[in-house]
């Protein structure tokens, strides 16, 4: 009894001291984060908090041990125990540090990388899976029949989870190929359309314009359909607006008051850019009853073109009605003839 005493009074004060020393350090990271932009102190402190009770613990019951009067059987077991403790700990604390480091980074940088749960979980699992293999080369396995053990059932495995992996091979494709990211517009030919929320493991989805819902679209499909993407090669989009004005109009003047009800409304403020400067055509053109034009401006963004053709349609119908311009209705002849082929009058 007198034996385990000594052990167990420094395994209790090195715990203690690693304790209050911990305490100090997050304090320190505390400060460090609120003093930081980035909140880099925050992200580590989150990390490390859970894994660092265990070190702290593991290394306290470590220098009991060591001056302890065990055999070298218990000691070895137990060193070895710890060992597994604090490799384990250590590589949850650098997965979830990765991860959240990972995060934070492309989101403050705004580079053209997927800060996605599938590639979270990818980053995460790959250091967790070379954890586990430190930790069985502690214990002194062999991971040479395991993995043969695991390529064998492996096969049965892939067989059974056909349809899962799919989609995560086809989820892997789209964030390698950047084809659609976080935050692209996008349209499916089945008429779906929305922004890119997330792609995970299985699915990707993506926020209806209305933005009370979500559309869940599985990998495998997302990736075999045609996808318009409103997003790129650039976010800024060209905005059209199709006008009819009668024939008795001056095409000239028409061009004019069009051009200028656009560069009006971008100089108040109504979401269409200055470059490229909006420009009109007599596009489609001759019409039956009237004479068609297009006016192309540039927003943005996609959700900027809509508001931005309501307001251009409204200052162009009242300008059209004060410069006298009409807008013709579409008019039709309609002769009536009796029995005898003559028109009736």
Not at 8 to 34: H, N, P
Not at 131 to 144: H, P, T, W
Request: overall charge positive; hydrophobic content about 45%.
């Amino acid at each position: 009894m007198h034996r385990l005493l000594l052990p167990a009074v420094i395994a209790v004060v090195c715990t203690a001291i690693l304790f209050a020393v911990r305490g100090v350090a997050f304090r320190l990271l505390r400060r460090w984060s609120e003093r930081s932009a980035t909140g880099s102190g925050y992200v580590v402190a989150q990390a490390l908090r859970i894994p660092s009770v265990y070190w702290c613990v593991a290394i306290g019951i470590y220098a009991g041990i060591a001056v302890s009067e065990l055999s070298e059987k218990h000691i070895f077991y137990l060193s070895r125990t710890i060992h597994v403790i604090v490799i384990f700990s250590t590589t949850m604390a650098a997965a979830n540090l990765s991860g959240n480091v990972f995060r934070n980074y492309v989101q403050r940088s705004n580079l053209p990388l997927p800060s996605t749960g599938l590639a979270y979980g990818i980053l995460k699992g790959s250091i967790i899976a070379v954890g586990m293999l430190v930790i069985l080369a502690v214990l002194g396995i062999s991971i040479a029949p395991l993995i043969t053990a695991l390529g064998v059932g492996g096969l049965a495995v892939a067989l059974a989870l056909q349809d899962t992996l799919s989609n995560l091979f086809a989820g892997i494709h789209i964030l390698i190929e950047k084809s659609i990211r976080l935050g692209d517009i996008i349209r499916l030919e089945s008429g779906q359309e929305g922004c890119v929320e997330d792609i995970t493991w299985r699915t990707t989805r993506v926020r209806t314009p209305s933005n009370n819902s979500i559309v869940v679209i599985p990998n495998n499909k997302l990736s075999q359909s045609v996808v318009t993407n409103y997003s790129l090669p650039e976010q800024r989009i060209a905005v059209q607006v199709q006008v009819c004005a009668g024939y008795d109009a001056d095409p000239d003047l028409v061009e004019k008051v069009l051009l200028d009800e656009a560069r009006q409304a971008a100089r108040e403020g109504a979401l269409i850019l200055d470059e490229p400067s909006p420009s009109v055509s007599l596009a489609p053109g001759f019409r039956e009853s009237c004479m068609e034009f297009t006016l192309v401006c540039h927003v943005a963004a996609y959700h900027d073109q809509t508001p931005v053709q309501s307001a251009l349609r409204k200052r162009i119908l009242k300008r059209f009605r004060q410069e006298g311009i009409e807008i013709p209705n579409p008019q039709r002849t309609v002769f009536i003839r009796d029995e005898k082929g003559q028109p009736r009058l």
